[in-house]
């Protein structure tokens, strides 16, 4: 038996590794960089989708920035939804799609002298943006402000969602929609935000379509059915990328899901990204609270209108 099964099977020692392995902890590595302090953001191995790896990481920029320290981001020392399983160790998601906050990635600290390694773990003192906090006047306007400065899209997506934008628009005003299904309707995912019901969000993208008189209807989905229920309502008005939508996941995480296509996991979250790229240049938003929603917010310069469903928890 090897010494992970054993730890499994003794009552409170699995729990007690974790906390163990994923502690935050100080190292030398060398003695290059003497005058500055490198904090790595780290995240215990999960399956989450690419924005909650982006909230988290906001918040512990904040934390490095607050501190003097140079804020690093690790996407790539350990298993997580974007890396393929050969490439973990060996390449960094976080810059598949991000810049690094402050320019150093983790090849730039390898022979530093002072390199803190941020807890991966999320604890209940974990101070990162929220609903609450993203949306409310007093602190919205600090955390995005961090974003622009601190989380830029990488400039070769930030082009290609530029070219798609206005390839789709020219111009036009647009409704952007955030309509989650697939896992989130199927499992009722426990302490995340309830959804809303497809056929309410078209009904409330129909108001604010006549109200604002926006165009065009951009929907981000990753369910074919929502889909299909939005074109027989819009028609020709709704535009969508050409990222994959699913009809049927059942009780699987959206993010456990196989592409089935070469690089297959770096696509998935670079067409996500984009689709949120565009969802954050339209004129107006009606979504789902969800962290997709939470990041094309931030990375929005305002919409003139936002509706962003508050229904509570699962």
């Not at 960089?33 to 982006?54: E, H, M, Q, W």
């Not at 803190?116 to 955390?143: H, N, Q």
Request: one cysteine or more.
């Amino acid at each position: 038996m090897g010494m992970k099964e054993l730890i499994k099977r003794i009552p409170g020692l699995d729990e007690l590794y974790i906390r163990i392995k994923w502690r935050e902890k100080r190292r030398k590595l060398g003695n290059e960089n003497p005058d500055k302090i490198f904090y790595v953001i780290r995240r215990a191995t999960c399956k989450v989708g690419l924005f909650s790896y982006v909230m988290t990481n906001m918040g512990l920029v904040k934390y490095a920035l607050e501190r003097g320290y140079i804020p690093v981001i690790d996407m790539q020392e350990n298993g997580n939804t974007y890396l393929e399983a050969d490439e973990v160790g060996k390449k960094n998601a976080w810059e598949f799609y991000f810049e690094q906050p402050c320019g150093y990635g983790l090849t730039d600290i390898a022979e530093s002298r002072n390199v803190i390694y941020s807890s991966g773990l999320i604890t209940e003192g974990t101070v990162y943006p929220v609903r609450e906090t993203i949306f409310a006047e007093d602190t919205g306007k600090e955390w995005r402000e961090l974003f622009h400065c601190y989380l830029r899209p990488n400039r070769e997506i930030r082009q290609e969602a530029d070219l798609l934008f206005d390839s789709l628009f020219e111009g036009k005003k647009v409704l952007g929609v955030l309509c989650r299904g697939t896992d989130y309707l199927n499992n009722h995912p426990k302490n995340h935000p309830v959804q809303p019901e497809p056929q309410a969000v078209i009904e409330k993208a129909g108001q604010v379509m006549k109200e604002f008189e926006c165009d065009y209807l951009y929907l981000a989905t990753e369910d074919e059915d929502i889909y299909a229920q939005f074109r027989k309502t819009f028609g020709d008005r709704l535009k969508v990328t050409e990222a994959r939508r699913y009809q049927d996941t059942g009780t699987a995480n959206i993010n456990e899901v196989s592409c089935q296509r070469e690089g297959g996991r770096y696509l998935k979250g670079k067409e996500y990204l984009i689709n949120m790229i565009l969802l954050s240049k339209c004129s107006c938003l009606v979504a789902g609270a969800v962290g997709g929603t939470y990041g094309a917010y931030l990375m929005s310069e305002g919409y003139e209108y936002e509706f962003v469903y508050d229904l509570g928890v699962y």
